[in-house]
Protein backbone atom coordinates (compact mmCIF):
# COMPACT_ATOMS: atom_id res chain seq x y z
CA UNK A 1 0.00 0.00 0.00
CA UNK A 2 1.36 3.55 -1.06
CA UNK A 3 2.19 6.03 1.81
CA UNK A 4 3.51 9.25 1.79
CA UNK A 5 4.21 10.98 5.02
CA UNK A 6 5.33 14.78 4.83
CA UNK A 7 7.12 16.37 7.48
CA UNK A 8 9.14 19.68 8.59
CA UNK A 9 6.13 22.20 8.72
CA UNK A 10 6.24 24.36 11.10
CA UNK A 11 6.21 28.51 12.07
CA UNK A 12 8.85 30.49 10.46
CA UNK A 13 9.44 34.45 9.70
CA UNK A 14 8.80 36.03 6.60
CA UNK A 15 12.20 36.03 4.89
CA UNK A 16 13.27 32.64 6.67
CA UNK A 17 13.38 28.89 5.39
CA UNK A 18 12.24 25.91 5.65
CA UNK A 19 12.61 22.20 4.34
CA UNK A 20 9.83 19.91 4.29
CA UNK A 21 10.36 16.04 3.23
CA UNK A 22 7.90 13.65 1.90
CA UNK A 23 8.91 9.85 2.95
CA UNK A 24 7.23 7.17 0.50
CA UNK A 25 6.98 3.37 1.16
CA UNK A 26 4.86 0.52 -0.24
CA UNK A 27 6.79 0.98 -3.23
CA UNK A 28 9.77 2.23 -5.70
CA UNK A 29 9.02 5.93 -6.90
CA UNK A 30 12.45 6.40 -8.76
CA UNK A 31 10.41 6.66 -12.09
CA UNK A 32 6.88 8.12 -10.79
CA UNK A 33 6.41 12.11 -10.85
CA UNK A 34 6.28 13.23 -7.22
CA UNK A 35 4.51 16.38 -6.62
CA UNK A 36 4.22 18.90 -3.99
CA UNK A 37 0.66 21.11 -3.57
CA UNK A 38 -0.41 23.67 -1.29
CA UNK A 39 -3.88 24.50 0.01
CA UNK A 40 -4.63 27.51 2.11
CA UNK A 41 -7.91 28.06 3.50
CA UNK A 42 -10.60 29.24 1.68
CA UNK A 43 -8.95 28.76 -1.18
CA UNK A 44 -8.42 25.69 -3.79
CA UNK A 45 -5.32 23.04 -3.97
CA UNK A 46 -2.56 25.17 -5.92
CA UNK A 47 0.38 23.20 -7.87
CA UNK A 48 3.83 24.19 -6.05
CA UNK A 49 6.57 22.02 -7.87
CA UNK A 50 6.96 18.55 -9.87
CA UNK A 51 9.96 16.68 -10.01
CA UNK A 52 9.84 13.91 -12.81
CA UNK A 53 11.87 10.72 -13.93
CA UNK A 54 13.96 11.43 -17.20
CA UNK A 55 15.53 8.18 -18.69
CA UNK A 56 18.49 10.97 -19.76
CA UNK A 57 19.27 13.63 -16.87
CA UNK A 58 17.85 11.33 -13.92
CA UNK A 59 14.64 13.94 -13.27
CA UNK A 60 13.46 17.19 -14.82
CA UNK A 61 11.52 19.96 -12.48
CA UNK A 62 8.60 21.97 -12.57
CA UNK A 63 7.81 25.21 -10.33
CA UNK A 64 4.20 27.79 -10.36
CA UNK A 65 5.29 31.14 -11.10
CA UNK A 66 4.83 32.45 -7.65
CA UNK A 67 7.57 29.81 -6.19
CA UNK A 68 10.02 30.16 -8.73
CA UNK A 69 13.81 31.36 -7.69
CA UNK A 70 12.70 30.87 -3.97
CA UNK A 71 11.51 26.85 -3.98
CA UNK A 72 13.66 24.04 -4.72
CA UNK A 73 12.24 20.21 -5.29
CA UNK A 74 14.60 17.48 -5.25
CA UNK A 75 14.59 13.86 -4.65
CA UNK A 76 16.44 11.10 -3.16
CA UNK A 77 15.48 7.60 -4.96
CA UNK A 78 18.03 5.76 -2.18
CA UNK A 79 15.69 7.11 0.44
CA UNK A 80 11.87 7.44 -1.86
CA UNK A 81 11.94 10.65 -0.09
CA UNK A 82 11.00 14.20 -1.76
CA UNK A 83 12.15 17.16 -0.53
CA UNK A 84 11.05 21.11 -0.92
CA UNK A 85 13.56 23.53 0.04
CA UNK A 86 11.60 26.44 0.62
CA UNK A 87 13.92 29.92 0.62
CA UNK A 88 12.75 33.39 1.03
CA UNK A 89 9.12 32.30 2.48
CA UNK A 90 6.68 35.17 2.31
CA UNK A 91 3.34 34.99 4.46
CA UNK A 92 1.08 33.96 1.07
CA UNK A 93 3.24 30.86 0.92
CA UNK A 94 1.18 29.69 4.57
CA UNK A 95 -1.21 26.79 3.40
CA UNK A 96 -0.77 23.00 4.07
CA UNK A 97 1.76 21.39 2.01
CA UNK A 98 0.93 17.91 0.38
CA UNK A 99 3.04 15.53 -1.01
CA UNK A 100 1.68 13.48 -4.46
CA UNK A 101 3.19 10.76 -6.18
CA UNK A 102 1.76 9.47 -9.50
CA UNK A 103 3.18 7.44 -12.75
CA UNK A 104 2.35 10.00 -14.76
CA UNK A 105 1.87 13.35 -12.68
CA UNK A 106 2.10 16.78 -13.99
CA UNK A 107 0.58 20.31 -12.91
CA UNK A 108 -3.00 19.30 -11.82
CA UNK A 109 -3.86 17.78 -8.50
CA UNK A 110 -6.49 15.51 -10.61
CA UNK A 111 -2.88 14.03 -11.95
CA UNK A 112 -2.12 12.21 -8.91
CA UNK A 113 -3.67 9.43 -7.43
CA UNK A 114 -1.54 9.14 -4.31
CA UNK A 115 -1.65 12.18 -1.02
CA UNK A 116 -0.27 12.31 1.72
CA UNK A 117 -1.99 14.22 4.99
CA UNK A 118 0.20 17.62 4.81
CA UNK A 119 1.82 19.82 6.76
CA UNK A 120 1.27 23.21 8.42
CA UNK A 121 3.60 26.17 7.15
CA UNK A 122 2.85 29.26 8.30
CA UNK A 123 4.53 32.53 7.54
CA UNK A 124 4.36 35.31 9.69
CA UNK A 125 5.44 38.69 8.69
Known amino acids: QVQLVESGGGLVQAGGSMRLSCAAS????????MGWFRQAPGKEREFVAA???????????NYADSVKGRFTISRDNAKNTVYLQMNSLKPEDTAVYHC???????????????WGQGTQVTVSS
Open 51 to 61: IRWSRWSGGYT
Open 100 to 114: AADPLGDYSADDYNY
Open 26 to 33: GRTFSTWT
